[in-house]
């Protein structure tokens, strides 16, 4: 558990002590001095420990997300050419959510390379060393995709470009 999730939770603690305390000494109170106390003593602490709580499990998505993103990098960075049903298996993702994966590290440019979905296979390569007019596993020539993709009409291998 992340600090803000650990924070949120204290701060509901409180806020549920300070609503228990108020409660427990309501007859000795006036009315007004009750219901200010409850603002600021148990709805303000339990605001701010809800929206840490949250915040902590976004940051922890977040932690998982650039782990499993450091990973499929290791891989391609050290082994060049990476089988990606193993690659799917070893990060315990679908091949959809793999392909999302892989799109954002291209998007932010950390990956530069090719896919070759077919043959199921990750491919590292500079782009510099790429001949960018035919595909690197069949030779066809190749399309432009998109902004930083381009595509083989015949094998469907995916280039990524920085």
């Given at each position: 558990m992340n600090k803000s999730k650990i924070l949120g939770i204290a701060f509901i603690v409180i806020a549920f002590a300070f609503a228990v305390w108020l409660l427990s000494t309501i007859n000795a109170r006036s009315s007004g001095g009750t219901?200010?106390?409850?603002?600021?003593?148990?709805?303000l602490p339990a605001i701010l420990g809800f929206y840490a709580f949250i915040q902590g499990g976004r940051e922890q998505?977040?932690?998982v997300r650039v782990g499993i993103e450091q990973k499929i990098l290791n891989a391609v960075e050290t082994m060049g050419t990476v089988n990606i049903n193993e690659l799917i298996v070893e990060t315990n993702l679908t091949r959809d959510t793999f392909r999302d994966y892989l799109e954002d590290l291209v998007g932010k440019g950390l990956f530069t390379g090719y896919v070759d979905w077919k043959g199921g296979k990750l491919v590292s390569k500079e782009v510099s060393k790429m001949d960018m007019h035919k595909c690197p596993?069949?030779?066809?020539?190749?399309?432009?995709?998109?902004k930083g993709?381009?595509?083989?009409p015949y094998c469907g291998t995916e280039i990524f470009l920085k």
């Open positions: 219901a200010l106390g409850f603002i600021i003593l148990v709805v998505r977040e932690s596993n069949c030779g066809a020539p190749l399309e432009l995709a998109g993709v381009v595509r083989c």
